[in-house]
């Protein structure tokens, strides 16, 4: 079974970047539909960024990160990657990835069938 592990969380201050990654161990990244969560103490899950390969690939972003998110696999390294500039107060959370067999859509995406990675935690304050 595919195990992830996510790292990179971090403090920084308003308007700075951080780069989260998500290794896939044991199996390919391709072999996975992979999507990067966050949850925030108090609310809910968002779903913040989602990639697939089904019917040639895309990737997905909410509409709070988009334009300041980049999600992309790194075949090499084993790893899907979260790149996030000119972050946000309120983009402070718990950051997770979780993975789906690579024939999900994103549009078919199961947070209660997914494996899960550990979070890391990402704050952002002045």
């Known amino acids: 079974q595919v195990q992830l592990q996510a790292s990179g969380g971090g403090s920084v201050q308003p308007g700075g970047s951080l780069r989260l990654s998500c290794a896939v161990l044991?199996?390919?990244?391709?072999?996975?539909?992979i999507a990067w969560f966050r949850q925030a103490p108090g609310k809910g899950r968002e779903r913040v960024s989602c990639?697939?390969?089904?019917?040639?690939?895309?990737?997905y972003y909410a509409d709070s990160v988009k334009g300041r998110f980049t999600l992309s696999r790194d075949n090499a390294r084993h790893t899907v990657d979260l790149q996030m500039n000119d972050l946000k107060p309120e983009d402070t959370a718990v950051y997770s990835c979780?993975?789906?067999?690579?024939?999900?859509?994103?549009?078919?995406?199961?947070?209660?069938?997914?494996?899960w990675g550990r979070g890391t935690q990402v704050t952002v304050s002045s």
């Open positions: 979780a993975a789906v067999p690579r024939y999900y859509h994103c549009s078919e995406f199961s947070a209660d069938r997914a494996t």
């Open positions: 044991k199996f390919n990244v391709d072999d996975y539909t």
């Open positions: 990639d697939t390969l089904v019917g040639g690939g895309s990737t």
